[in-house]
């Protein structure tokens, strides 16, 4: 069975954590009997389950959950389209490629470390997708087609009202100049320190953009 059908078949079934946990991180038999590696290690596993914004953890720390309370964790409807992002990259080379292996590792290690702008992506998507131009199967986009697809909605408008936003307090270091429907656009003049942690806001943990100042502590 193709890895894609394989994936399918378990999420599926209830999207059953642990199901999916022994399925992609414990070693396996092809047809002949020889034993394969696992395709993800555990952490990587329950990085990508965290990851999607529709996995329900009811309360479970997965890190040290047993078996009876993984039974109470559900895969979100996501976490498919992770799995095989991940597994599955795009890359420039071919397998068989000289470097090919080392740009697999470069670029998988690249989405893990942006994996929290993945997750913003996806909650846009999941708020927005009747909005969204073009697409709308996300399994026929690769990460960066989902973040072109959605990069222009904005979560903070769709949880609140244009009088609420007029009222809250802008962050220091940032003036809001202008407050649409379905935009806004924030001001930063400051180069200092609090000029910094604005653009960190507005850049990411405000799931707003994803610049390269998003990521908290970035320099």
């Not at 072109?148 to 100049?177: I, W, Y």
């Amino acid at each position: 069975m193709k890895f894609t059908s394989l994936l399918k078949t378990i999420i599926v079934e209830q999207s059953r954590f642990e199901v999916l946990l022994n399925a992609l991180t414990k070693p396996s038999e092809d047809r002949g009997g020889v034993k394969t590696k696992p395709r993800l290690t555990k952490k990587e596993f329950i990085e990508l389950v965290k990851a999607d914004p529709t996995t329900r953890l009811n309360n479970i720390n997965i890190d040290t959950a047993t078996s009876e309370q993984l039974s109470k964790v559900k895969a979100g409807k996501y976490v498919q389209w992770l799995i095989k992002s991940y597994l599955m990259p795009t890359t420039e080379r071919q397998p068989g490629d000289n470097g090919y292996e080392k740009e697999v590792k470069q670029v998988k290690e690249t989405f893990m470390e942006d994996l929290y702008k993945v997750t913003d992506d996806l909650k846009k998507f999941d708020r927005f997708k009747s909005r969204v131009k073009g697409e709308k199967d996300i399994n026929k986009m690769t990460p960066d087609q989902l973040y072109d697809a959605v990069k222009d909605f904005d979560l903070t408008l769709a949880t609140t009202t244009k009088s609420e936003r007029k009222q809250a307090d802008v962050h220091p270091g940032a003036k809001l100049v202008y407050d649409g429907d379905n935009w806004r656009v924030i001001e930063i003049k400051d180069k200092g320190v609090i000029g910094k942690e604005a653009a960190c806001f507005y850049g990411g943990n405000n799931v707003e953009t994803r610049w390269c100042t998003s990521a908290p502590g970035a320099s």
